[in-house]
C-alpha cells in the first residue's frame, strides 16, 4: 500500500501556523540550537510509524510527530492494523543554519626593533553554511604597541579607543574571507602578545577558532654573556649574542690570551660557539657588525669558559 498521498506538515517551534509541504522533499531551515516538529497529517487507519533520516530509521521515532534539529532528509513509512507497510514519504530536507567565523592574526616574519614600524594581518572567514551578520572581530593591543593606522584597502569599519581595535564588517557571506592589515611599531623590546576574538549574531559551532594570539619578539641591543658553561644541563651552554637577529651582516672572531684565534664564524654567528676542544679559561671576542646604513663597528669583550 502506497500512503504517499498522506501529506507531512511541518511545524515551527517560533511560529503560531503550519506549514504544508505538498509534493517532493520540501526545504526546511532552522537555526542551530532550534528545532522543528514533522508530523503525519491523515493519521487515520494506522497503526504505528517509523521515521528515518537520510533513509535510515532513526531509534525509537516511532510516533505520528517527530521533533527534529539535526540536517538531513526526513521521511516517515507508515503501518496499517493489517501490518501492511508504506512507501518513504516524500519528507522534508532540514537544513540547519549556522555561521563558523574563524580569525587569524599574524605578524611580520621579519625581525624588527623598538620603534620599527611593522604590521600585523587579522583575516575572518565564515566556515558556515548561511551568511553572518553583525560580524566584529576586536584586538586589543597591549601597551608595548603603539597603532599607526591601517594599510590597503578596508572594508567595514574600523575604530580604535584605548588602545582597542573594533573592524565591524557587518555581513559576512559563507566561505567569505576579508584581511585587516595594520601597521604598529614596538615602543620597547621583548615578548608582544596580541590576541584577538570575532562574534557575530548567528550561533556558531566552533569557538575555538573564534580567537587568535601572535607572539612576536622585539629584538633590543646586542648582549654577550661573560660566561658559558657547557654542561649540557640548557643553560649557558654556548654563547648566545642576543640581538644580533638585526644585524645579520656580520662577523665574530674568538682568541685565547696569547692572541691566537680559535673560532671564526662563517657568515653570521649562529650562536653555537660552546668553546669544544679547548680548556677552561678566559677568552676574547671581537664582534664586527655592518649596520644598515653601510657604517661598520667593532664589540669587544671576554668570555670565561667553565667546564664542570
Not at 621579519?110 to 566584529?136: K, L, M, W
Not at 572581530?137 to 597603532?147: A, R
Amino acid at each position: 500500500m502506497n500512503v504517499k498521498r498522506y501529506i507531512l506538515l511541518a511545524f515551527f517551534f517560533l511560529l503560531t501556523n503550519w506549514a504544508f509541504a505538498q509534493t517532493n522533499p520540501t526545504v526546511v531551515r532552522i537555526r542551530l540550537g532550534a528545532s522543528v516538529n514533522f508530523a503525519v497529517r491523515d493519521q487515520a487507519g494506522f497503526y504505528s510509524y517509523q521515521w528515518y533520516r537520510d533513509g535510515k530509521p532513526i531509534a525509537n521515532a516511532t510516533g505520528a510527530v517527530y521533533t527534529a534539529s539535526v540536517a538531513g532528509l526526513y521521511q516517515v513509512a507508515t503501518m496499517n492494523l493489517e501490518k501492511c507497510k508504506s512507501d518513504l514519504s516524500d519528507g522534508f530536507l532540514l537544513i540547519v543554519e549556522y555561521a563558523d567565523l574563524e580569525v587569524r592574526k599574524i605578524s611580520e616574519k621579519r625581525f624588527v626593533g623598538p620603534g620599527e614600524a611593522f604590521e600585523y594581518q587579522i583575516s575572518v572567514q565564515n566556515n558556515g553554511n548561511t551568511d553572518a551578520t553583525g560580524v566584529e572581530v576586536v584586538d586589543k593591543l597591549p601597551s608595548n604597541l603603539k597603532y599607526m593606522g591601517t594599510t590597503g584597502e578596508t572594508v567595514g569599519n574600523v575604530t580604535v579607543v584605548d588602545q582597542v581595535i573594533r573592524w565591524k564588517i557587518g555581513a559576512l557571506a559563507n566561505n567569505q574571507k576579508l584581511v585587516l592589515s595594520i601597521k604598529t611599531s614596538a615602543i620597547k623590546a621583548g615578548r608582544v602578545v596580541n590576541t584577538a576574538n570575532v562574534t557575530a549574531i548567528e550561533p556558531d559551532p566552533n569557538l575555538a577558532n573564534n580567537i587568535s594570539t601572535d607572539v612576536k619578539e622585539i629584538i633590543g641591543e646586542v648582549v654577550a654573556p661573560n660566561v658559558i658553561t657547557p654542561n649540557g644541563d640548557g643553560k649557558n651552554d654556548v654563547f648566545r649574542i642576543d640581538g644580533l637577529e638585526l644585524h645579520p651582516n656580520h662577523a665574530l672572531y674568538i682568541f685565547n690570551r696569547w692572541g691566537n684565534e680559535v673560532y671564526k664564524s662563517n657568515g653570521p654567528y649562529k650562536n653555537d660557539w660552546n668553546g669544544n676542544g679547548l680548556n677552561e679559561g678566559t677568552y676574547y671576542y671581537l664582534l664586527k657588525i655592518r649596520e644598515k646604513d653601510g657604517s661598520e663597528r667593532s664589540t669587544t669583550g671576554w668570555i670565561t669558559l667553565i667546564k664542570d
